[in-house]
C-alpha cells in the first residue's frame, strides 16, 4: 500500500525557516518525481512544486510564488522528500501535502494526510 | 484568483447527475489531454478521481466520468450519493516552458 507522510509543521516566524520531510513507503520511491502543494485555510489547492526522479536528472521545478525561496530536494536511499522553506511569509501559511506524481502522466495520483505550517509572529 | 475556472457550488438530489466545469484556455485544458480531478472531503486529503480527462483510477465507481470540449473540461457525477458531498478541483498541465500546474478554484457540491 502506497503510503506518504508528511511531517515537520508548525508555527514559526515571519522571515524564519522550516523543512518538511514526505516519507514514503509502499513503491519504489526513486522511480517517481514528487510533488509539493498546499492549501491556505478556507482556500483551493495550490502548486508548490516537484523534483523529478534521478532517471530524468532530479532537477526541481517551482511556482512562482516560492522560486527563490523554497527548495525541494529528496534522499532515494531514506525514501524521503524535503520542502526547505526559507524567508517565510504569512502568506505562506497552510497546510502542505506531498504527492506523487504518476509514472504515466501529468496528475497525482498518492497523497500524503498533510501537514500545517503557520508563520505568524 | 485561479487559473482555470469553475463554479463556487453545485448540488442534486440523491440518484440525480451533476456536472461540474472548469474552464482555462488553449495554454492549459485546450492544449493538453492532462486534466486531473480530486475530490476533497472537509479536513482531509484530495483524492485523485479523473485523470488524463477521461480516465479513472482503479477504486474510483464508474459513476464518476470526464469530458474535454475546447478550454473546457467537465466531471460529470452520476447516481449521486450523500457521499460525493465533498469539494472538486480541476487541474491542468501548463506547458514545457513554465513546467507549471494550474488549478480551479474548487467546486462545492451539495447533495440535498
Known amino acids: 500500500e502506497v503510503q506518504l507522510v508528511e511531517s515537520g509543521g508548525g508555527l514559526v516566524k515571519p522571515g524564519r525557516s522550516l523543512r518538511l520531510s514526505c516519507t514514503a513507503s509502499?513503491?519504489?520511491?526513486?522511480?517517481?518525481?514528487m510533488s509539493w502543494f498546499r492549501q491556505a485555510p478556507g482556500k483551493g489547492l495550490e502548486w508548490v512544486g516537484f523534483?523529478?526522479?534521478?532517471?530524468?536528472?532530479?532537477?526541481?521545478e517551482y511556482a512562482a510564488s516560492v522560486k527563490g525561496r523554497f527548495t525541494i530536494s529528496r534522499d532515494d536511499s531514506k525514501s524521503i522528500a524535503y520542502l526547505q522553506m526559507n524567508s517565510l511569509k504569512t502568506e505562506d501559511t497552510a497546510v502542505y501535502y506531498c504527492?506523487?506524481?504518476?509514472?504515466?502522466?501529468?496528475?497525482?495520483?498518492?497523497w500524503g494526510q498533510g501537514t500545517l505550517v503557520t508563520v505568524s509572529s | 484568483q485561479s487559473a482555470l475556472t469553475q463554479p463556487r457550488s453545485v448540488s442534486g438530489s440523491p440518484g440525480q447527475s451533476v456536472t461540474i466545469s472548469c474552464t482555462g484556455t488553449?495554454?492549459?485544458?485546450?492544449?493538453?489531454?492532462?486534466v486531473s480531478w480530486y475530490q476533497q472531503h472537509p479536513g482531509k486529503a484530495p483524492k485523485l478521481m479523473i485523470y488524463?480527462?477521461?480516465k479513472r483510477p482503479s477504486g474510483v465507481p464508474d459513476r464518476f466520468s470526464g469530458s474535454k470540449s475546447g478550454n473546457t473540461a467537465s466531471l460529470t457525477i452520476s447516481g449521486l450519493q450523500a457521499e460525493d458531498e465533498a469539494d472538486y478541483y480541476c487541474?491542468?498541465?501548463?506547458?514545457?516552458?513554465?513546467?507549471?500546474?494550474?488549478f480551479g478554484g474548487g467546486t462545492k457540491l451539495t447533495v440535498l
Open positions: 488524463d480527462v477521461s
Open positions: 523534483i523529478r526522479s534521478k532517471a530524468y536528472g532530479g532537477t526541481t
Open positions: 487541474c491542468s498541465y501548463a506547458g514545457s516552458y513554465t513546467l507549471n500546474v494550474v
Open positions: 509502499g513503491f519504489t520511491f526513486g522511480d517517481y518525481a
Open positions: 504527492t506523487r506524481v504518476s509514472s504515466s502522466g501529468w496528475h497525482f495520483d498518492y
Open positions: 488553449s495554454s492549459d485544458v485546450g492544449g493538453y489531454n492532462y
